[in-house]
């Protein structure tokens, strides 16, 4: 696959969204969690998609249960908390996995693109890491994505750009997406 318009991804109403659609727009997908204590990053994401959204700028918010079990819930409660408690604009999609065989294809294509995982730099408790890392079923594979809140963020032309870890807040990224924009 070229680029992330190749791929199709399923929204919280089932529908399918065609990436293809985004073209031409910067995108910022992240796996999420409500239930984590990176969680309040629903904030800084939110004020980039308001920032930059007539500029060009779409948020992927992908909830994902795989760490910890911090996304419980349906989608249409996922939505309803980040709503209501983060005043979030942009939608959420279905809850998906990240890591192993049952990935959702686009992150495996985003792994794939940035393999060098910003997270074991970018942890402020690196012994935290280290045992999240150790948990059973946390996958070992290439790339792999060891937490909630990891995000890629992708040009225009549809490549990952950039990689950041959980403690990397949206806030961060600003110049990087200025600059694509």
Not at 2 to 19: H, M, T
Not at 118 to 134: D, F, H, R, S, W
């Amino acid at each position: 696959m070229a680029s992330i318009y190749d791929y199709k991804v399923k929204k919280r109403d089932g529908k399918g969204l065609d990436l293809s659609d985004l073209k031409g727009k910067v995108v910022l997908i992240v796996n999420t969690a409500t239930g984590c204590g990176f969680t309040p990053q629903y904030e800084g994401l939110e004020k980039l998609y308001k920032e930059y959204h007539d500029k060009g700028l779409e948020v992927l918010d992908f909830p994902c249960n795989q760490f910890g079990h911090q996304a419980p819930g349906s989608d249409d409660e996922i939505h309803e908390f980040c709503t209501a408690k983060y005043k979030t604009t942009f939608d959420q999609l279905a809850k998906i996995e990240v890591n192993g065989n049952g990935a959702e294809p686009l992150y495996v294509y985003l792994k794939e693109q940035i393999e060098d995982d910003p997270e074991p730099k970018g942890m402020k408790n690196k012994l935290a890491m280290k045992a999240i890392v150790a948990m059973p079923g946390v996958s070992k594979e290439k790339g792999f994505i060891k937490w909630n809140f990891t995000k890629f963020l992708v040009n225009r032309e549809g490549k990952v750009v950039g990689r950041f870890g959980p403690t990397d807040k949206p806030e961060e990224m600003k110049a990087k997406i200025k600059e694509l924009i």
